[in-house]
């Protein structure tokens, strides 16, 4: 494998194992607010975070690439609200779409078609991330700070709760 593309890969496992906790964070931050559902569904993010990156530290396993996991920082532990909480989910997600594509166009240019058929996964994968949490913060906004048990209902009852982990 090329020794720039196994650097970005075992970057981007310290990113999903970064998400991961983030999302235990957040999880948490709901449960301190007594909102189970959705306490609930960032925890089934935080598993599938996880699932992500080990994803990525089979694929260099297998590819004979060198598994180097970097230091991880500690997650943000405090928010203003829940609306300060989804966004900055959203906005994560966003982030890693981007990485998942720089990803990709290295693996493009270094003419790894094995690496760029892993990706793809993650790249569709993405899609589904960014939807689910612009979904969610758009109905955590419309129901507003006074109205979560609406947000509650809404996870419970709807797709994007508990989903589990994508299928790797």
């Known amino acids: 494998m090329n020794e720039d593309l196994v650097a970005a890969i075992n970057a981007q496992v310290g990113r999903e194992f970064g998400a991961e906790m983030e ?6 931050y709901f449960d301190d607010q007594a909102l189970p559902e959705l306490s ?3 925890r089934d993010q935080a598993d599938e975070e996880r699932a992500h990156a080990l994803k990525f530290v089979d694929y260099l396993m297998d590819a004979g690439g060198h598994v180097a996991i970097p230091a991880l920082a500690a997650p943000r532990n405090t928010f203003e609200s829940a609306e300060e909480a989804v966004q900055l989910s959203l906005d994560w997600e966003l982030s890693v779409t981007q990485f998942i594509n ?3 166009d290295l693996a493009i240019e270094k003419r790894d078609h094995a690496a760029q058929q892993m990706l793809q ?18 109905v955590v906004r419309r129901a507003g700070a006074q109205n979560l048990l609406l947000v509650e209902d809404y996870v419970s009852r709807t797709a994007v709760n508990r989903a589990g982990p994508t299928a790797v």
């Open 23 to 28: 999302y235990l964070q957040i999880a948490a």
């Open 40 to 42: 609930g569904f960032f």
């Open 102 to 104: 720089d990803l990709m």
């Open 121 to 138: 996964w993650f790249v569709a994968e993405q899609v589904e991330e960014v939807s689910t949490m612009s979904e969610l913060l758009s």
